[in-house]
């Protein structure tokens, strides 16, 4: 069989989890893989497709192998699938299946993300395997592995695919969404900012944006992620959490302490896209890496703003509520267009408001426990290995 290891990872040949696509090929040589280093060459493919595209009509199987970086997939995979989508490259009727490492904290939400995604393309999915990123150094992680290799090339030959999920139906074609709330008067003793990506062209989700502030009883200030010139994605050196500062030069750190993180408030607002929102805001999540392990946003309130089918996306929405559980931050509310936009929008604003009132908490549920709970199951070793990365997450470091 002919199978394509997608290599997202931005470390390339030094990324952890594409050894274990190199263990699969060490061991079936029967088998022609190929490997096509998209973590690195993600700009190279925005300007020319055309090695990924041969590369992806020349498979059978399509291996997905990436880090998990905060919840999801990096943002050089994110962009890949947008580029695919762009395409139209048919990839329908083939296997897909994926391989992922990391510490397995919200490995299942980034899982879900790409089969989301691959379901979309038509193709017949398989359940991937996650990894730890010691697993390949022990015998146990590297049996796992093994019989993740023949329950795949079992599954292509003789079916057991991944469910596929509901499709949300299509949308009713309705007229753009028109701001109709008055301002109402406004006090600075707070500061919200609302960091969205939206796009010049969308007026549906500027619109919500524009209620969102006239209802807003305190002055708000919006940042555009796509004015910051990312000069990339994160590249995972974990330069930062030996010097606190981000290897590239493009003053995001600055920029995401100076005017983002000195706010009272976040609202994050976006339109949906290939079940996540554009990459550009899966960029400025992973580049948040860079906190190392401050604690900068626990406590701090947030909310969401989303144009799309909010409902029809259980992952998305298990994303968004486990990274405010999980970084202490008080949840106001989700605002979408699906409804009465104006009363929810009108609603949110509220909220947060007495969400700053009255310092509201949620008590932590199994979007926070679940994970401490995993860690008593370990050993010393892979528990204290666990906490390493559980207090960065804790710490908004993943988020
Ligand atoms: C920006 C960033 C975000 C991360 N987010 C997560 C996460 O949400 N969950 C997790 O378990 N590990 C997370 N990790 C750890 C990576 O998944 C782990 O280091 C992985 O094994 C790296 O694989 P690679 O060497 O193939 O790039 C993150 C690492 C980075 C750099």
Redesign the pocket.
Known sequence: MKILVLNA???GN?????HTALYFQALHPEHTVSFLPVGQRIKAYETDFTPVRTALEEAELILFC??????IAPYQLHRLIELIKADGVNLSGKFASQIT???????VTAHRYVEENCFDLGMHVIRGLSAD?EDLLCERGRREARHFFDQLLFSCTNGLFVTPPIPAPARKQKAVYQPVLPAIPKTTVKDVVIVTNCAQDDLQLQHMIADFQAALPYESRVVNLNAFPFAGG?L?C?GCAVTGACVYKDGFDAFLRKTIQTADGFVYAFTISDHYTHSSFKCFD?RQ?CNGHRTVTHGTPIAYLISGDYRYEPNLRMIIEGRSEVGGNYLCGVATDEGDTTAEIKALAQHRDAGYRLHRRHPSGWHLSGCYKCGIQQTNEQKRLFEV?FSA?NSGR?L
């Open positions: 990872s931005p470390k030094n990324s952890t989890t594409v990436y880090p998990v970086y905060t919840f490492t990391s510490k397995h904290f919200y490995d990123m994160c995972g974990f992973d890496f990365g997450a993943y």
